[in-house]
């Protein structure tokens, strides 16, 4: 089992820039991949980024190519979001997510993954 612990969300004006954490406990040993997806009102949860824990090979959706980074910290067992250039279409809840794969099979889809932390509010003001 791994549990994981974000924190960091908040309320930022348009422009801003927030950083997510994620802290991971438990058999993190055997984690392949960590991401980020969200969840806004009466959407899907959907894809943010993504990083490889060995290597350290990162992943993006469109929407934040750019402006969003993922990087971790081994030693540290925590993975962060950088979030720039924030846009009221980023609000949403921000979850963590792992997973034992380490491969790149389906690592943008919810299902692809087996821990999940509780999330948390990112809310951008226009």
Known sequence: QVQLVESGGGLVQAGGSLRLSCVA???TSSTGFMGWFRQA????????????WSGGSTYYADSVEGRFAITRDV???TVYLHMHSLKPEDTAVYYCAARLRSDTYYYT?????E???QGTQVTVSS
């Open 109 to 113: 889809s919810t299902y692809a993954y």
């Open 25 to 27: 406990s438990g058999r």
């Open 75 to 77: 030693a540290k067992n």
């Open 41 to 52: 009102p009466g959407k899907e949860r959907e894809f943010v980024a993504a990083v490889r």
């Open 115 to 117: 821990y999940w932390g």
